[in-house]
């Protein structure tokens, strides 16, 4: 069974920095996608970062980049979200997911549809 567990989320003042982690178990991530996705209040789930962990291609939404990095260790089977520059429009709920049909990333790695395993969720508030 395919379990995803985010961690390291808090609240933070504007301008200061998180690490979020995913681990994964269940599932090898030799070759597929895995994304981080965040959802605030009365919003859309958006499509914040994502890693194709084969070769480790990266892509990051507009609103983050710069400012976000996402990352694997693949030993440790987690994947990483480094939040720098925190702004309070980044405060939301923070999800990772995987796509277990082993696709890598590409065009579609912020699309909401494709991934289908999901972890709970870790929050994420930014105080100015």
């Known amino acids: 069974q395919v379990q995803l567990v985010e961690s390291g989320g808090a609240s933070v003042q504007a301008g200061g920095s998180l690490r979020l982690s995913c681990v994964v178990s269940?599932?090898?991530?030799?070759?597929?996608?895995m994304a981080w996705f965040r959802q605030a209040p009365g919003k859309e789930r958006e499509g914040v970062a994502a890693i194709s962990t084969r070769y480790g291609a990266t892509y990051r939404s507009d609103s983050v980049e710069g400012r976000f990095t996402v990352s694997q260790d693949k030993d440790k089977s987690t994947v990483y979200l480094q939040m720098n520059s925190l702004k309070p429009e980044d405060s939301a709920m923070y999800y990772c997911?995987?796509?277990?049909?082993?696709?890598?990333?590409?065009?579609?790695?912020?699309?909401?549809?494709?991934?289908?395993?999901w972890g709970q969720g870790t929050q994420v508030t930014v105080s100015t």
């Open positions: 997911a995987v796509d277990s049909l082993r696709r890598p990333c590409g065009s579609s790695w912020s699309s909401f549809g494709r991934f289908d395993r």
């Open positions: 269940g599932f090898t991530f030799t070759e597929t996608c």
